[in-house]
């Protein structure tokens, strides 16, 4: 959960915290705690990884970029979802050559 507050925008901060607030006196101590930790953390991190991210060089961007969408996957719907469709991706990007291979060694008139 911590990990989604990196999306939320600085001007959420604040009605998330009393959200959070709010949450603690419902009787809901762990997700309100949470969310109000996450908020803080953020608030104090955001400047030093924003200058890591401006000082790397630009593969280690590119892969950054590659991976986050698979690391975000991961965090909404679990492991073991992630880990299947990634293989089956893998499995596909591996597949992909020896397909277009076949293809364009098949007849000219069996080609769709």
């Known amino acids: 959960m911590q990990t989604l507050l990196c999306l939320v925008p600085q001007e959420a901060w604040l009605p998330l915290m009393v959200l ?40 280690l961007l590119l892969l ?16 073991r979802i992630s880990e299947n469709i990634l293989s089956a991706f893998l499995w596909a990007l591996i597949k992909a050559p020896f397909r277009f291979l076949g293809w364009l060694l098949r007849s000219p008139a069996r080609r769709p």
């Open 64 to 79: 950054l970029l590659i991976a986050l969408p698979f690391i975000f996957f991961r965090m909404i719907f679990g492991r």
């Open 20 to 59: 959070a607030g709010l949450l603690v006196i419902l009787g809901f101590k762990r997700i309100g705690g949470k969310i109000f930790v996450g908020i803080i953390v953020l608030a104090l991190l955001v400047p030093f990884a924003a200058g890591l991210i401006e000082a790397l060089p630009t593969p």
